[in-house]
C-alpha cells in the first residue's frame, strides 16, 4: 500500500547517516554495502535475506553487517500478496488451489547525507506460483549489477553548490508526478533547509492555472500550457521535462488472475459504450485463457482537468479513428459513459472499491493500491506490459532543440504505448532573485541527484542527451 512507499522513504533518510566512509559518486565505485532493514511487512525480511544472498553470489558487492565499514546502505521496501487461485485438480477444485503471487521490491541505494545514487523497482514479470520473493529478490541484484557499469556523466557544471536564502517555493499540478515530486521536494530541503517547498496535486490544468495568474511558482504538468488555454506560452513561460512515466489499464476482477491484454479498440470501445461486458467477443479474442465474467463493465475516468487523461486520450486518438472522431484528446473529455474521480489517487481508489471495474492511472498508483493492470498492445502489435524497462524504450526525444509533448504508440517494438514526459512549467522572467537561485538549483538537483531516485517509485529517468539538453534551458534563466 501507499504507506509502506511513505514509510520506505522516511526511513531511508535516517539510515545512512551513521556511515563513515568517503562518499562514492556513483553505483560503479561501491563495493562494501550494509543491507538495511527491509520495509513493507511480514514477507520484508525473507525478501531481504534473498537479496542478501544474491549480493553475495553476484561476486560483485560484499555485504557487511556494520553500516560503519560500508560505502553505501541498500535500503527497500517489499511487499507480497495473493492475487488469486487456480486450480491445480479439476476433479477436486475447492481442495486442490494453487496461490498466485503479486508484489513489488523499491530499493535505493544511498552514501551518507541521504544522496541516492541508484534506485529501481522490481514487478513480477509474469504470473509466480510461488517463491514471489526469490523472483523479486533475483531481478533486482540483476538490475543493480547491471547498473554498476560506468556511465558518462551530465554536464561538469550541473552540480556545482552555493548557499541559498531562505526563501519559499510554491508549486501545483499534476497528480500524475506527485508520488515522485513530494520525495524529490523533501529530498531538496534536506540538502538545502533554507529552501521551503510546497506543492500541491490538484491536476495538470489546474496548477498551469494557478501559475498563469500568478497564483504560484511552477505548475507541474503533463500537457503543454497552449492546449490549457494559455495565451503566448512561449513568450512568457518555460518547461523542462523530469521524468518520464506510464498510464496503466487498471480493473478489478476479484475472480481473475492472468494479465488481461488490451488493444487501444478495446479501451476505446470501453470508454465510448461499445463494449459493456467483461466477457465481449472483443475481450475474449484475445484474452482466450482468462474466465472472463457476465458482468457490466464499471468504467472509471478523471473529473478533474487532467494530464492523464490527455496521455490516455492522445494514444487513442492515434491508433483509433473512432475514438479522434468523437472524443479526441484532451484534460477534459465529453466521455460516453463511467464515473469520475478526481486525481490518480482518486480513480485507484475507486478502482480498488469496485468489483467489475477498469479505471486508468500513473505506473505507480497501480502498485501502490495493489491493483491489476493490463498488457497493452503496441504499434508494433506486442502486448507489453508498464516497467521501468519498456518506458525506457518508448523515450525519444526528437529531433531540434524541443522535446515533443507526445511520445506516445512509439514505433519502438518493446516499447510501452502509453508514456509521456512530464513537465515543470515556470515564468522566463523570475524577478526576486531569491526564488530565482533556489528554482534554479531546484531543477538542476532533478536534472542530476534527482534522477538517481525516481526509479524506486516507477518512474523512469530522462535520456542522458535530455538531461543535459535541459540543463542548458536552465542556464538561460534569467
Known amino acids: 500500500m501507499a504507506a509502506a512507499f511513505l514509510l520506505f522513504m522516511t526511513l531511508l533518510a535516517t539510515t545512512t547517516h551513521s556511515l563513515a566512509q568517503t562518499h562514492a ?5 561501491v563495493k562494501r554495502l550494509y543491507v538495511g532493514q527491509f520495509q513493507g ?7 531481504r535475506q534473498s537479496v542478501i544472498k544474491r549480493l553475495r553470489k553476484s561476486g560483485r558487492f560484499e555485504t557487511v553487517d556494520n553500516p560503519n565499514s560500508a560505502e553505501a546502505v541498500l535500503s527497500a521496501t517489499g511487499q507480497t500478496w495473493i492475487r488469486g487461485y487456480v486450480t491445480t485438480n479439476w476433479h477436486a477444485p475447492s481442495t486442490n488451489r494453487q496461490a498466485v503471487y503479486a508484489g513489488y521490491l523499491s530499493a535505493e541505494v544511498t552514501v551518507p547525507g541521504g544522496t541516492t545514487l541508484w534506485s529501481y523497482l522490481v514487478t513480477p514479470g509474469k504470473m509466480i506460483w510461488s517463491s514471489i520473493w526469490d523472483d523479486l529478490a533475483a531481478n533486482m541484484v540483476k538490475k543493480m549489477v547491471e547498473a554498476t557499469a560506468p556511465v558518462s556523466p551530465a554536464s561538469s557544471d550541473a552540480r556545482q553548490q552555493s548557499t541559498l536564502a531562505q526563501t519559499f517555493l510554491a508549486g501545483a499540478g499534476a497528480t500524475f508526478p506527485a508520488p515522485l515530486y513530494q520525495k524529490w521536494f523533501q529530498s531538496f530541503h534536506d540538502a538545502n533547509p533554507a529552501v521551503q ?21 511552477f505548475a507541474g504538468s503533463d500537457v503543454s500550457a497552449s492546449d490549457l488555454g494559455v ?5 512568457n513561460f518555460e518547461r523542462i521535462a523530469t521524468v518520464l512515466g506510464a498510464v496503466v489499464p487498471i480493473y478489478n476482477l476479484p475472480d481473475l488472475v492472468e494479465d488481461l491484454h488490451f488493444t487501444p479498440e478495446i479501451l476505446a470501445g470501453i470508454y465510448l459504450g461499445k463494449i459493456k ?6 475481450i475474449r479474442k484475445w484474452n482466450k485463457a482468462a474466465a472472463l465474467p457476465d458482468s457490466e463493465i464499471v468504467a472509471y475516468h478523471r473529473a478533474d482537468g487532467s494530464g492523464t487523461t490527455y496521455t490516455l486520450s492522445d494514444f487513442l486518438a492515434k491508433v483509433d479513428p473512432e475514438w479522434k472522431s468523437s472524443v479526441g484528446v484532451g484534460t477534459h473529455l465529453n466521455w460516453p459513459v463511467g464515473n469520475g474521480a478526481d486525481g490518480n489517487e482518486g480513480v485507484a481508489t475507486a478502482v480498488r472499491n469496485t468489483p467489475n471495474s477498469i479505471g486508468y492511472v500513473e505506473l505507480v498508483y497501480a502498485i501502490q493500491h495493489q491493483l491489476s493492470f493490463g498488457l497493452v498492445r503496441n504499434s508494433s502489435g506486442q502486448f507489453i506490459r508498464a516497467s521501468l524497462d519498456t518506458l525506457a524504450e518508448a523515450a525519444n526525444p526528437g529531433n531540434g532543440t524541443g522535446l515533443p509533448f507526445s511520445i506516445t504508440n512509439s514505433p519502438a517494438k518493446g516499447a510501452y504505448p502509453i508514456v509521456t514526459f512530464t513537465w515543470l512549467v515556470f515564468p522566463r522572467k ?3 532573485p531569491a526564488k530565482k537561485a533556489a528554482f534554479a538549483a531546484l531543477l538542476r538537483w532533478i536534472l542530476t541527484d534527482g534522477q538517481n531516485e525516481c526509479s524506486a517509485l516507477a518512474y523512469s529517468p530522462l535520456p542522458r542527451d535530455v538531461v543535459n539538453r535541459e540543463l542548458r534551458t536552465i542556464n538561460d534563466l534569467h
Open 277 to 282: 461486458k467483461w466477457n465481449d467477443p472483443e
Open 197 to 217: 517547498i510546497d506543492y500541491r496535486a490538484v491536476g495538470s490544468e489546474k496548477g498551469v492555472e494557478l501559475l498563469a495568474n500568478s497564483k504560484v511558482d
Open 41 to 47: 511487512g511480514g514477507d520484508a525480511e525473507r525478501i
Open 430 to 432: 523570475i524577478d526576486d
Open 231 to 235: 495565451q503566448h506560452p512561449d513568450e
Open 25 to 29: 559518486h556513483s553505483l560503479s565505485e
